[in-house]
């Protein structure tokens, strides 16, 4: 600890008011001999005016009596003062004692004077002078305190008499004036010496002081115990946060104060415990730097830590130093927790767990047969979507607790993240265990949940990997459980799937399948191709619709089906999607201008904050006006964020671009749709014609079609490949355009603008009303 202290006086007239006022309160120290000089100046005073007859020594006599009774009075009344006084006091008291000084002074330079020129008598010349020079020397060492004290009393009692000596002309008079001059000056630079040494001395004391109170104002105010031991083991210092935070006695912290005496009481202060204290006062006898740490509990249970670090010193003594680390050690394990532990399940998180498995696997000697199972629910991000997540989190919360109550002794169960969970399950005696025990959780979590007075279904998927004796790594078993819950989700979800070796040449095919998606949207390797829709009425090619092709060098032409979710997997939808849009737009602008084009939006590319931009962008880039624009979107894409979802669909419609409703009956196929959002377009989905020769799904198809037509939208079918489903679509007159094979599969853009030439010089021949003789144009 450094103690600054305060700086010392510049020079010997600035001083601290505090020394100031001990200067002056030197002044009244020697009231005694005040007394006794005032009495012999009187009383010489009064011999001389008798031995001389002299009558004007008489007033003088008198003039030295009340001068003298004056500062006798100011000395009692000044030792009546017993408190410290202020620096405006001291400034009075030193004008009260200099007046009476100064009287006095000048009282016996007169006196000197009428002695020494009023007569010739040796006995008196020698009273006053040796009673004046007395007076001066006694005054010069009382008065150190104030040197211009002494100085006045120089010149005003000793000045005159000098004068006078001289004014006698007798030479040894005049020798003697010169002498005592001298004199003078010497008692002056006493005085002086005297003065510089009682100053110093004061100020180095107030500067004593100061440091001692800064120390012990710093040290009461540490926020850490400190206590001192001297090199006997008896206590030389404790400061006041060690004696709370030991609970010791005031009366305990005197100097003296042994180390066993400080320790037991903290003992029965419950502060440390027993066993505790006798490894405190071994440390400070080992007399090395060393750190120990205690807990002690109080009476409700709560913990309470203290570190006590022992500093020896080189004149063999130590000092302790006591820190309540409680709240760091808090802080510290909350924050384990936080790391470890799901925050809103309680269950272990990723990293415990995969920490948890690897200590087991790599401590036992013959790993036992266990088995790892990691569960995905079925349908949460639909929970998620439409009831919120604070719903989805009530929900996981439902899960891990049927998980923890389903689980038997030994099985480690964690939250892995998001809809997650891993569950290690030990001591098995064969896979028919594991896949028991997969089995009740997948019918434990398929069973209904109450949430909010809404009742919500999910399933699970598991896939398990069965541990085997070489396994010591948890990261494996977690990648083979991985790839079988992928299999399992594939094979239909609500099931469970062990871990085969042929899946990791799956999972290693896709994601092959990944690098060579990024490597060909990077390279522009994607094409597109066009598939014409046809007005019914015209014959003509109206919009042709913008399909993903890719031909790999060595996979050939890869499925769309492959392209799209794999990519919306990755996230690399959103940049293929915007490739496909810049791209048809400036195809289209290739086409006859009543053309449109248009172009698929998948959800995820949909919810794109920037989907605005990038269509106004896409359209400035081409010119492409924006009527000739069609986005495709589906069903799934209206489901999340409904209010923003309309937004942008209206500002897209205001802005001249037309929306279509593709794949409508394939998923929640909510007629709401029709109403609430700002569709131009409804494309019934393929699977309608299935069976269409009956009459359910003909009236199904037919009821879609009517409903559309008559909310003012445009109704194409997809999927027709022959004339007979051609005609049963086209029959009532409700259906606007058609889209499938009988007219055209998809093509590239060199054969599409073929197709549209072609399409545009030639209309299809009309066979009777509601009819038409259809075939392929292509």
């Not at 400190?226 to 305990?252: H, K, P, Q, W």
């Not at 094979?491 to 469970?496: E, H």
């Not at 919306?568 to 602008?589: F, P, T, Y």
Request: charged share 20%; hydrophobic share 45%.
């Amino acid at each position: 600890m450094q103690v600054v202290a305060p700086e010392p006086p510049q020079s010997k007239d600035q001083v601290s008011p505090q020394v100031y006022a001990a200067l002056v309160d030197s002044l009244f120290h020697n009231a005694g001999s005040m007394f006794f000089g005032v009495a012999c100046a009187a009383a010489a005073a009064l011999m001389t005016a008798i031995k001389t007859g002299n009558p004007l020594i008489w007033p003088c006599a008198v003039f030295i009596v009340i001068a003298g009774g004056l500062r006798a009075l100011q000395m009692h009344a000044h030792s009546q003062i017993h408190t410290p006084i202020s620096v405006l006091h001291a400034q009075r008291w030193e004008r009260i004692y200099a007046f009476g000084s100064i009287l006095h002074a000048i009282s016996l330079g007169i006196w000197c004077v009428i002695v020494i020129l009023g007569n010739d008598d040796p006995v008196a010349h020698m009273l006053c002078l040796a009673v004046t020079i007395g007076y001066v020397a006694a005054g010069a060492g009382r008065n150190y305190g104030r040197p211009k004290v002494v100085q006045w009393h120089i010149l005003l009692s000793c000045g005159p008499m000098s004068a006078a000596l001289v004014l006698h002309g007798s030479p040894y008079y005049i020798a003697l004036a010169v002498l005592l001059v001298m004199f003078f000056l010497g008692l002056k630079d006493i005085n002086l010496t005297l003065n510089r040494i009682f100053v110093n001395a004061l100020t180095a004391s107030e500067r004593e002081a100061a440091l001692a109170s800064q120390f012990d104002i710093a040290l009461n105010n540490m926020p850490h115990g400190l206590c001192m031991f001297d090199a006997t083991g008896n206590l030389a210092v404790m400061n006041y946060r060690f004696r709370e935070m030991l609970g010791l006695s005031i009366d305990l912290a005197r100097s003296g104060t042994g180390i066993e005496d400080v320790v037991q009481a903290g003992v029965k202060a419950q502060a440390i415990q027993a066993g505790d204290g006798k490894a405190i006062i071994e440390k400070i006898q080992e007399l090395k730097k060393t750190v120990v740490t205690t807990v002690v509990k109080d009476a409700a249970g709560v913990e309470r830590a203290l570190s006590w670090t022992f500093q020896p010193m080189t004149d063999g003594g130590v000092v302790v130093l006591v820190e309540d680390i409680t709240e760091r050690r808090n802080a510290a394990a909350k924050i384990n927790h936080m790391a470890r532990y799901d925050e809103l399940t309680g269950l272990p998180n990723r990293v415990s767990f995969r920490d948890e498995i690897e200590e087991i696997l790599i401590a036992a000697k013959r790993a036992p047969l266990a088995a790892l199972l990691f569960i995905d629910l079925d349908q949460f991000k639909q929970v998620n979507d439409t009831l919120g997540h604070p719903t989805g989190d009530r929900l996981l919360c439902m899960v891990a607790d049927r998980l923890r109550e389903l689980l038997p002794p030994h099985t480690i169960v964690a939250r892995f993240g998001g809809d997650e969970f891993v569950v290690f399950q030990q001591h098995i005696a064969s896979k028919d265990d594991a896949a028991e025990l997969a089995r009740k959780i997948v019918e434990r979590l398929s069973e209904r949940y109450e949430i909010d007075h809404h009742r919500v279904e999910i399933g699970a998927s598991i896939g398990i990997v069965i541990t085997l004796p070489t396994d010591r790594s948890a990261d494996t078993l977690l990648k083979n459980a991985d790839m079988a819950l992928y299999r399992a989700k594939a094979d239909g979800r609500g099931t469970f799937c062990f871990f085969r070796e042929d899946m990791a040449q799956t999972v290693e095919a896709r994601r092959t399948l990944e690098l060579d998606l990024r490597h060909a949207l990077a390279n522009d390797e994607f094409e597109l191709f066009f598939q014409p829709l046809v007005n019914l009425k015209t014959g003509r090619i109206t919009t042709c619709e913008a399909l993903l092709r890719w031909t790999h060098a060595e996979r050939g032409v890869v499925s769309p089906g492959e392209i799209i979710p794999v990519a919306e997997d990755m996230g690399l939808i959103v940049d293929l999607g915007r490739w496909i849009l810049r791209k048809a737009c400036m195809e289209c602008m290739k086409w006859p201008d009543n053309v449109r084009v248009a172009v698929n939006f998948s959800p995820l590319q949909f919810h794109q904050r920037d989907v605005l931009t990038e269509v106004q962008y896409a359209l400035e880039v081409s010119g492409l006006p924006a009527n000739r624009l069609e986005i495709e979107i589906t069903e799934s894409a209206l489901l999340r964020k409904t209010e923003w979802v309309h937004d942008v669909l209206v500002r897209l419609a205001e802005a001249g671009v037309r929306i279509s409703l593709d794949d409508f009956g394939t998923g929640y196929s909510s007629l709401s749709y029709l109403h609430n959002f700002p569709l131009h377009k409804v494309k019934i989905d393929r699977s309608f014609l299935e069976d269409i020769n009956s009459d359910r799904p003909l009236t199904l198809l037919r009821g879609v079609a009517r409903l559309s037509a008559e909310l003012g939208m445009l109704v194409v079918v997809e999927g027709i490949e022959n004339s007979k489903q051609l005609d049963l679509v086209t029959a009532d007159g409700t259906v606007t355009e058609a889209q499938g094979f009988l007219f055209s599969p998809p093509v590239p853009a060199t054969q599409i603008r073929k197709l549209l030439a072609a399409s545009h010089g030639r209309r299809l021949p009309d066979t009777g009303p509601g009819r038409h003789t259809s075939r392929s144009i292509a």
